[in-house]
């Protein structure tokens, strides 16, 4: 049972409702011991950081920054916040000190909570330049203080600020200011700010995305009514919650009562996985882009007969659930009867190795959906709901729906309360309680990002077939070749990310002869096939630079792209001895390459490829 509350007072209104039941499971900093938390105490653990947020003196509708990766310490924040009516403005733990510098500063953020040493560090190196900025207040009690920080205090120390004194506790009271905090919640609106979220910037300056009350409160009441995650569910929290994705799916689970595993160190989610067993999580195309390559390997290097059993298991289990489950076709009974035998044995076993042998569904999106991955995720056993959304829109525009049918390479269904429009140019336009209201301090950008009658410019292109709503590409991304030809850059990626051997891909073709790429291979596997093939290379640099090892590599790319017409394969590929990195400003913060850097970056190499 949904309980869509005001931000304000919902974990308070749930643990009413669920009591000593277990709420979080998380991990401290940089501990292996899983533990757990109830709603009781999630929900008094949420009074004290407001009590103490108003004993810092934040005020209604102030901006406070989070700049950390997930934790409790992060969910108490934001709900503290919201129960004192203030605005949290989420930073990605891992964004730069330019970053940080003109988050805080456009936002005028006075109080900025921090993660571990890494988000210390930088908070303090730009602290002189962000005049408005006050205190670090620290999540990670390890994390080592500078001694001629007089500005930073732990988070435990700050909690301190949210209990009352021996005089008030002899009088029963426990927390000092409750009655104002109650009060503020009283007052609470649904126009109210919620969040500031700024968008990861692949084509310039972060945009303050202002997300408000109501926005989340239509977007769980629309989300209740399709998305089936439920008290018995174990929720793991993958994604950063400064993501929209993820920010959204976590509340939406917290309406609905699940538990929510809380994962600190993304590199770590598939041991977590093996140890907390979650029915649900909600990821991007690539961690299943991920899980596909490392169980074609696993089987690549098993005898014929189990490759051969594999593969069979793997043709009855897309027969089973994508030639008719996805279509509302029921399987013949010969057919269903095989894919029980094959799903209880084979399946079973891979979903184990993952960790999900309890999985119920789980949420996708973030970019362009592989469909051999989408079929193979599907064909195991697993249901991957697939959607479309942005910030602006608060995460979901569209979902497929866990039961019913749906195309893959589709991206479901609009929920409720959104309409789309498709302009002339192919634009995808939207409308509804659940699109945001401008971007922060930009009243220009906002101007521009509406039609005139009112509907938000998505700027990605696509179409509605049989009620269903399929992405093309970003409007922005597509590629004109010098031969007239138009290009879908990401498209093409996505089919090469496939390969075992591809970590990144960025696809160059805008005012090119033909297209061609920058691929960052998997060095591990790169090198083991060296050595296996008596290779000799001192150095990343050669082994890149290799014929032998580009003739390998020419060979997979082409067998890749053989679906695709003539003038989108690639024709030319440079193997690059080092990962595109945020610090060269390459990367966003979720990972997204910037494709007008890495055309600076790498411009000799680039030119390279196309010299007569």
Request: net charge neutral; proline share 3%; with cysteine.
């Amino acid at each position: 049972m949904q309980i869509n509350s005001h931000l304000s007072v919902l974990v308070h209104d749930q643990a009413r409702r669920l009591g000593d039941r277990e709420a979080l499971i998380y991990r401290d900093f940089g501990s292996r011991e899983w533990k757990s938390c109830s709603w009781n105490q999630f929900s008094e653990k949420v009074k004290q950081v407001s009590n103490a947020m108003l004993n810092l003196g934040i005020r209604v509708q102030e901006n406070v920054g989070i700049f950390s990766q997930n934790s409790v310490q992060y969910l108490f924040c934001d709900f503290g916040a919201w129960g004192i009516r203030a605005v949290t403005i989420p930073f990605y733990a891992t964004s730069s000190e330019q970053q940080i510098q003109f988050m805080v500063n456009d936002a005028k953020i006075r109080f900025l909570f921090v993660g571990e040493q890494d988000q210390y560090d930088k908070a303090r190196r730009v602290f002189s330049t962000c005049h408005t900025l006050e205190r670090i207040i620290i999540f990670d009690r390890g994390v080592r203080i500078s001694t001629h920080d007089p500005n930073a205090m732990y988070f435990d120390d700050f909690l301190k600020l949210g209990e009352c004194s021996a005089e008030g506790r002899s009088q029963g009271q426990s927390l000092p200011r409750q009655t104002e905090v109650e009060a503020l919640q009283q007052q609470a609106s649904m126009d109210d700010i919620a969040n500031i979220l700024y968008t990861s910037g692949t084509t310039g300056d972060s945009k303050g995305v202002i997300l408000t009350m109501g926005q989340y409160h239509a977007a769980m009441e629309a989300n209740n009514k399709c998305v089936p995650v439920g008290e018995d569910d174990r929720v793991l929290n993958f994604l950063p919650f400064t993501h929209i994705f993820e920010k959204g799916w976590k509340i939406l689970c917290i309406t609905e009562g699940a538990r929510l595993i809380v994962n600190t160190y993304p590199q770590e989610v598939q041991q977590t996985m093996r140890e907390t067993h979650p029915t649900c999580m909600s990821s991007v195309p690539r961690f299943w882009e991920k899980v596909y390559m490392g169980v074609m390997e696993k089987i690549e290097g098993s005898s014929a007969v189990q490759r051969k059993m594999f593969k069979h298991a793997l043709a009855v289990g897309k027969k089973h659930n994508i030639d008719y489950l996805s279509k509302g076709k029921r399987p013949p009974m010969a057919l269903h009867m095989e894919y029980e035998m094959i799903n209880k044995t084979i399946f079973s076993l891979v979903r184990k190795e993952l960790g999900l042998q309890n999985a119920h569904f789980f949420p996708t999106a973030g970019a362009t959906v592989n469909p051999v991955v989408e079929e193979f995720v599907h064909s195991i056993g697993i249901n991957m709901v697939v959607g479309y959304g942005l910030t602006e829109s608060l995460a979901t525009v569209s979902c497929n729906h866990l039961g019913d049918p749906f195309t893959v390479g589709g991206v479901g269904i609009p929920i409720e309360g959104i309409s789309i429009k498709i302009s002339d140019e192919g634009e995808i336009l939207l409308k509804g309680p659940t699109i945001t209201r401008g971007y922060y301090n930009r009243d220009d950008l906002t101007k521009a990002a509406f039609t005139e009658d009112g509907y938000f410019r998505t700027g990605d292109s696509g179409y509605l077939e049989n009620g269903e709503l399929f992405l093309k590409e970003r409007i922005k991304d597509l590629f004109k070749t010098s031969n007239g030809k138009y290009i879908a850059p990401q498209m093409i990626e996505s089919k090469l990310l496939v390969d075992k051997y591809i970590d990144q891909v960025c696809i160059i073709a805008d005012q090119r002869k033909f297209v061609s790429a920058l691929i960052i291979p998997v060095y591990s596997l790169l090198e083991q096939y060296a050595r296996d093939h008596a290779i000799g290379f001192q150095n990343r640099e050669e082994l890149c630079a290799n014929e032998q090892i580009n003739q390998m590599m020419k060979e997979r790319i082409d067998t890749l792209q053989q679906q695709l017409a003539h003038y989108e394969q690639v024709k030319r590929f440079t193997l690059l001895p080092h990962h595109f990195s945020m610090e060269r400003g390459e990367l966003t913060n979720t990972l997204k390459i910037k494709r007008r850097v890495l055309n600076e970056n790498y411009k000799k190499e680039i030119d390279k490829m196309y010299e007569e």
